[in-house]
């Protein structure tokens, strides 16, 4: 069975808790908000993938991991992707996430069915449905918040709407 799965960062409950505090129902009521378990850093959409495929991913993904520290991350921005009608949390873009990213992508790339975006805008969904007529970015109060887990999610659809599951979770260390 091929499961919809991706890499992400991975927050702990209460980063998720002050991650949601930035939804901001005001701006429109009718979004659907993301539950705080959802919320996450994408690094890499995988699409539809078979289990030994995730599997020779996350051990491929591992090796590189092991080499990567704690990333340090400041949210100061509201903003929308308006075509796909998302609201999110954005950030100041620090090199080692960049970095990570690219580096993750460049592992994934053989086995990806989906067409690489362009350019990786890392952020947090914070809704989707989102439509507003207030004038985006809009800047928030900084965030910041120190990421120490990169996670293997599946993407499971339930009655009431989509769940991220972090199947496969790993600690970067930090350096001693």
């Known amino acids: 069975m091929n499961d919809r799965c991706f890499l992400s960062l991975k927050f702990s409950p209460q980063q998720k808790e002050l991650l949601r505090a930035y939804q901001r129902h005001e701006l429109c009521p009718d979004a659907k908000w993301h539950p705080a ?18 599997q020779q991913l996350w051990t ?3 090796e590189l991991l092991r080499h990567v520290r704690p990333i340090e991350l400041c949210f100061n921005q509201l903003n929308q992707f308006s075509k796909a009608k998302v609201l999110y949390l954005g950030l100041s873009e620090p090199a080692a996430l960049l970095l990570l990213q690219q580096q993750l992508q460049q592992l994934a790339l053989p086995y990806l069915n989906a067409p690489v ?23 928030v109060e900084p965030l910041h918040l120190l990421c120490t887990e990169v996670a293997l999610y599946h993407s499971i659809s339930t009655n ?17």
């Open 37 to 54: 378990d959802n919320l996450h850093l994408t690094l890499v959409f995988l699409g539809q993938q078979a289990a030994s495929v995730q």
């Open 60 to 62: 491929q993904s591992l």
């Open 117 to 139: 975006p362009e350019v990786f805008v890392p952020h947090v969904t914070l809704a989707r449905k989102f439509q507003s007529g207030y004038a985006f970015p809009l800047t």
């Open 160 to 176: 009431s709407g989509v769940s991220y599951q972090p199947v496969c979770t790993y600690t970067l260390v930090p350096n001693n």
